[in-house]
Nanobody
Framework: QVQLIESGGGLVQAGGSLRLSCAAS????????MGWFRQAPGKEREFVAA????????SYADSVKGRFTISRDNAKNAVFLQMSSLNPEDTAAYYC?????????????????WGQGTQVTVSS
């Protein structure tokens, strides 16, 4: 089992950048493919980005492609989401998640473990 804690959220102006971190404890993060999801008030949780166990494969939602970058450091048991060119539509609670499946996963119901989330608010 793994426990996930997100950090790095906050308030940023449109066009700005933030870097989210997801720290893991318990089982080594290298055993899991990882993903980032977000959920805005009144909306369903949506996929943002995912990365394979080794970090060689990634996937992004069309809405963030070219602006967000997912990465991981298995030695530090951490996953990151670098977000740039933020706009108000990116405002949401961001969650990292871990899956035991050995591939890049975009469906939230295929993830086994979730963090508590970190709020990102982008002002116009």
């Amino acid at each position: 089992q793994v426990q996930l804690i997100e950090s790095g959220g906050g308030l940023v102006q449109a066009g700005g950048s933030l870097r989210l971190s997801c720290a893991a404890s318990g089982r080594a993060l290298s055993n899991y493919a990882m993903g980032w999801f977000r959920q805005a008030p009144g909306k369903e949780r949506e996929f943002v980005a995912a990365i394979s166990r080794s970090g060689t494969d990634t996937s992004y939602a069309d809405s963030v492609k070219g602006r967000f970058t997912i990465s991981r450091d298995n030695a530090k048991n951490a996953v990151f989401l670098q977000m740039s060119s933020l706009n108000p539509e990116d405002t949401a609670a961001y969650y990292c998640a871990a899956t035991l499946l050995p591939l890049v996963v975009t469906r939230h119901d295929w993830y086994n473990y979730w963090g508590q989330g970190t709020q990102v608010t982008v002002s116009s």
